[in-house]
């Protein structure tokens, strides 16, 4: 079981560049979850799949932001442009259906300068 | 919307005492699942300990136990004999399945140390 995968593990960019962070869930997991830890706002979520369909946008800060799933194996998190206030870790997590343990990933900590 | 609150930003204990962490949460609901997820300095979030709000017993894992209160809405974490593996952020965590979101809403955490 090689659990929910994240890459990349660090990313560091500039202001204004586009950043795309990757997640592969466990296999069979029907939902798929995004959150952002800041020291500031803590661990929210920002999106939320279930059958690859975004079921609950309402944590995604602005239209920079976007997500997408387009199977059951890979979703992605994009920010364009970033922005040094989007620097944080961004974890990934799945669980499968009917079940309310939700499985992490590693996280990406991203920083923009 | 759903809070979360975790009174305590930071605790210290001794290898092998006990320490107790709180936690209280609003919500207007009366299924959910409350969960304590310990995060080392791997950033790694683990799940320690869950409980389903429709269970009156609490739950208990190996050394980690919870005080469930509903009516009170606290829902606190016990960790006996403490290990230097403790020392991590722990994260109290509220989850409803109502409205279709099964999004996990987490205070704001509490700083374990375990001292030797």
């Known amino acids: 079981d090689a659990g929910v995968i994240q890459s990349p593990r660090h990313e560091v960019t500039e202001m204004g560049q586009e950043v795309t962070l990757r997640c592969k869930p466990i296999?069979?997991?029907?939902?798929l979850f995004w959150y952002r830890q800041t020291m500031m706002r803590g661990l929210e979520l920002l999106i939320y799949f279930n059958n690859n369909v975004p079921i609950d946008d309402s944590g995604m800060p602005e239209d920079r932001f976007s997500a997408k799933m387009p199977n059951a194996s890979f979703s992605t998190l994009k920010i364009q442009p970033s922005e040094p206030r989007d620097s944080a870790v961004y974890f990934c997590a799945s669980k499968p259906v009917g079940y309310n343990e939700q499985f992490f990933g590693p996280g990406t900590r991203l920083t923009v300068l | 919307a759903q809070t979360v609150t975790q009174s305590q930003p930071e605790m210290s204990v001794q290898e092998a005492e006990t320490v107790t962490l709180s936690c209280t949460y609003d919500t207007s609901e009366n299924n959910y699942y409350l969960f304590w997820y310990k995060q080392p300095p791997s950033r790694q979030m683990i799940l320690v300990i869950r409980q389903e709000a429709y269970k009156q017993q609490n739950a208990t894992e190996n050394r980690f136990s919870v005080n469930f209160q509903k009516a009170a809405k606290s829902f606190s974490l016990k960790i006996s004999d403490s290990q230097l593996g403790d020392t991590a952020m722990y994260f109290c965590a509220f989850m409803t399945t109502q409205g279709g979101s099964e999004k996990l809403v987490f205070g704001k955490g509490t700083k374990l140390t375990v001292n030797p």
């Open positions: 296999s069979g997991h029907n939902s």
